[in-house]
């Protein structure tokens, strides 16, 4: 994106961002007889993903392998052909999270329902880095009087989380819907709310979720907005009008994001464009060819991902519950794979 405070596994992740040395990374090739669930997979599905940004890649390699795609051929075939899965590690485990595009009830003017503004990014923050905090922006006079504000929400706390998304919906009183995407941010480094209720003692690591955080914000409001200006980053928006409602919101490649075959992944090690092989465990496994079109600021490592659920409450309450291990594979092209590949010890 990088909407740079957008993936945070809904505020609850708790490792710190690690980057092993270029000596601890491991790129080991595997069978595709070895990737578990993989006969079974709707690659049709995964290749009419890939399709939509692959024309964005830039290498000679992908862009020959995309120019194929576009003939639509056997799409497991495809993939098989073209393609060897590599394991890409430093040591930590693999972590999946997700992520959903919220939509808020808003009005795009102010009333005593509406008060709470989605805010356009004022000149000033692009010049400053940091620029003021979220309790200065929020208590102070600073945003006001200026025609800043994109639209006016019901929650505050709605609103909160949409700042951590980056990006969602805002559905007006007359049924009409407007979209909002990330456009800039303060400069202070985010800080997890959910992190800072564990360390309280209000409750432990396995009880966080979006969920659990916004209600106990809504039953503590005086508490709860001191919680919120913990954290000191704060996003702006952007009207965001040339997405078709029956798309997703724009990811890191400036295309619609794909639910449940898009993934937020680490471009430091998984290049985006890619297919990437997951398997995810828990409580509800997830075996799938999905494609990496997204970034975030909590995605770090070669075994971290983001997976999108879609759009409104059920797929915020599926994404804030996720936090699951397993692991993922990146597939790559034939040549690049066996030119990354770790030399095996003797």
């Known amino acids: 994106m990088n909407r740079a405070l957008r993936r945070i596994g809904l505020a609850v992740c708790l490792l710190a961002p690690f980057h092993a040395a270029a000596e601890d990374l491991r790129h080991d090739i595997q069978r595709f007889a070895d990737l578990e669930g993989w006969e079974a997979d709707d690659h049709a599905a995964a290749l009419e993903v890939f399709l ?89 006079d600073v945003m006001r009087g200026r025609g800043l504000e994109i639209a006016w929400v019901d929650d ?31 400069g202070h480094p985010y800080r997890s709310i959910g992190v800072e209720l564990v360390r309280r003692g209000i409750y432990q690591v396995h009880q966080v979720s979006a969920e659990v955080i916004k209600n106990w914000v809504r039953r503590n409001p005086e508490e709860g907005r001191e919680l919120l200006f913990h954290n000191p980053s704060y996003v702006f928006f952007r009207r965001i009008d040339n997405v078709p409602q029956g798309l997703g919101p724009l990811g890191a490649m400036n ?30 496994p997830i075996h799938r060819l999905m494609i990496a079109q997204d970034t975030g600021s909590a995605i770090k490592g070669p075994q971290r991902a983001d997976i999108y659920f879609g759009t409104g409450d059920a797929a915020g309450r599926a994404a804030g519950q996720l936090r699951d291990p397993g692991r993922l594979l990146v597939l790559m092209p034939i040549q690049r794979a066996y030119a990354m590949q770790t030399e095996q010890e003797p």
Request: negative net charge.
């Open 52 to 140: 939509s940004t692959c024309p964005d890649m830039q290498d000679v390699d992908w862009r020959a392998l995309c120019d194929l795609a576009r003939q639509r051929p056997d799409a497991r075939a495809f993939f098989e052909l073209f393609f060897r899965p590599v394991m890409i590690s430093d040591g930590n485990p693999a972590l999946f999270t997700g992520y959903f595009e919220p939509e808020l009830q808003g009005s795009l003017w102010p009333d005593e329902r509406f008060r709470y503004p989605i805010y356009r990014e004022p000149p000033e923050a692009q010049l400053a880095n940091p620029w003021l905090t979220r309790r200065e922006i929020e208590a102070g």
């Open 156 to 186: 505050p706390v709605e609103l909160f989380f949409l700042q951590i998304q980056g990006s969602g919906r805002v559905r007006l009183e007359n049924g009409r819907v407007i979209r909002v995407g990330y456009a800039g941010a303060n």
């Open 255 to 284: 295309r619609s994001v794909t639910e449940g075959r898009t993934i937020a992944v680490d471009p430091a090690y998984v290049p985006l464009g890619a297919p990437v092989w997951i398997e995810k465990d828990g409580e509800e």
